[in-house]
Nanobody, 124 residues
Framework: QLQLVESGGGLVQPGGSLRLSCAASGFTLDYYAIGWFRQAPGKEREGVSCISSSGGSTNYADSVKGRFTISRNNAKNTVYLQMNTLKPEDTAVYYC?????????????????WGQGTQVTVSS
C-alpha cells in the first residue's frame, strides 16, 4: 500500500523556520513527483510547491517563492519542505502527495496517495 507520512509541523513565531518531511512507505519515491499542499480553516486547498522525480525541476506558489525550498533525498525516500521567514498566513495543515508536476500541479488533481497532514501554526 502506497503511503506518505508528513512530519515536522508545529508552532513557530513569525519570522521563524520549520522543515517538513514527507516519507514514503510501500513504494519508491524515485519515480514520482511530489507536491506539497496546504489548507487553512475555511479556505480551499492550495498548492505550495512541487518537485520532479529527479529533483531537477521545482515549482512554487507565488506566496512562498523566496521563502520555501523543496528538496528530495531519494536514497532516504523522503521529500522536504524548508520553510523560512514564516508568516501568520502560512498557518495551515500541510499535506504531501505523489503525482505529476504538470501545468496545473497547484490544483492537486494529478496527485494521489495523500498523507494525513501536519499542522503548521505561525503565531506570536
Amino acid at each position: 500500500q502506497l503511503q506518505l507520512v508528513e512530519s515536522g509541523g508545529g508552532l513557530v513565531q513569525p519570522g521563524g523556520s520549520l522543515r517538513l518531511s514527507c516519507a514514503a512507505s510501500g513504494f519508491t519515491l524515485d519515480y514520482y513527483a511530489i507536491g506539497w499542499f496546504r489548507q487553512a480553516p475555511g479556505k480551499e486547498r492550495e498548492g505550495v510547491s512541487c518537485i520532479s522525480s529527479s529533483g531537477g525541476s521545482t515549482n512554487y506558489a507565488d506566496s512562498v517563492k523566496g521563502r520555501f525550498t523543496i528538496s528530495r533525498n531519494n536514497a532516504k525516500n523522503t521529500v522536504y519542505l524548508q520553510m523560512n521567514t514564516l508568516k501568520p498566513e502560512d498557518t495551515a495543515v500541510y499535506y504531501c502527495a505523489a503525482g505529476w508536476c504538470g501545468p496545473s500541479w497547484h490544483h492537486g488533481a494529478d496527485f494521489g496517495s495523500w498523507g494525513q497532514g501536519t499542522q503548521v501554526t505561525v503565531s506570536s
